[in-house]
């Protein structure tokens, strides 16, 4: 089946301006993660969503980042104002609690560049 | 919340020899505690996990032990082969939880000839 997905694969931006990164988890996955990964980088925590919970927010590095998920499915992270310190690797993971469904799976990651 | 700590940051070892990768964990609620390989430019995937009802888990030259008590684990690689030149992420959670996975800051791991 589908793994996760995102889009777009690379983002080249001006400083300044603002970018929405998409990710697509698996059908089914009720969590669903946010790392951001500079080149060499461990996996930097951002946010992270689990069901109709509330999402923890506490990895947001500042307030020009924010993310939403729409009807327990769709991500969008969305960077406003971008820096260039905010060059890196954005990547959205799912996977589905409960049972033996803890496996992490990650999607390709969105290559961010800010110029 | 979950603290994890990894060490070392970097390990080189011949190839042909083992390698081994530590962790610790701030929560002893924590129960499952998986490990992953981030091969260059590729997005990270599992390897292998271990639950807190077993001390340890082999599949072929990649065994994973957990002491509860000290609440540690490690990732042991024998006869270690060019392919394992990777990053390796431990991570810890508790499960049947709300409660995030948290991994650990990784492991740069050079196997040489």
């Known amino acids: 089946g589908a793994g996760v997905s995102q889009s777009p694969s690379n983002k080249v931006t001006e400083k300044g301006k603002d970018v929405e990164l998409r990710c697509d988890p698996i059908?089914?996955?009720?969590?669903l993660y946010w790392y951001r990964q500079s080149l060499g980088q461990g996996l930097e925590f951002l946010i992270y969503f689990q069901g109709n919970s509330a999402p923890d927010k506490s990895g947001l590095p500042s307030d020009r980042f924010s993310a939403e998920r729409t009807g327990g499915s769709v991500s969008t992270l969305t960077i406003q104002r971008t820096q260039q310190e905010d060059s890196a690797v954005y990547l959205c993971?799912?996977?589905?609690?409960?049972?033996?469904?803890?496996?992490?799976?990650f999607g390709p990651g969105t290559r961010l560049t800010v110029t | 919340g979950e603290n994890v700590e990894q060490h070392p940051s970097t390990l080189s070892v011949q190839e042909g020899d083992s390698a081994v990768i530590k962790c610790t964990y701030s929560?002893?609620?924590?129960?499952?505690f998986p490990w992953y390989k981030q091969e260059l430019g590729k997005r990270p995937q599992l390897i292998i996990d271990i639950r807190s009802n077993v001390g340890e888990k082999k599949d072929q030259r990649i065994a994973v032990t957990l002491n509860k008590t000290a609440k540690h684990f490690s990732l042991h690689i024998t006869e270690t082969q060019p392919e394992d030149s990777a990053v390796y992420f431990c991570?810890?959670?508790?499960?049947?939880?709300?409660?995030?996975?948290?991994f650990g800051t990784g492991t740069r791991l050079q196997v040489t000839l």
């Open positions: 929560d002893s609620a924590s129960n499952y």
């Open positions: 059908s089914g996955h009720t969590a």
């Open positions: 991570a810890a959670i508790i499960t049947g939880t709300a409660s995030k996975l948290t």
């Open positions: 993971a799912s996977n589905v609690r409960g049972g033996e469904g803890y496996e992490q799976y």
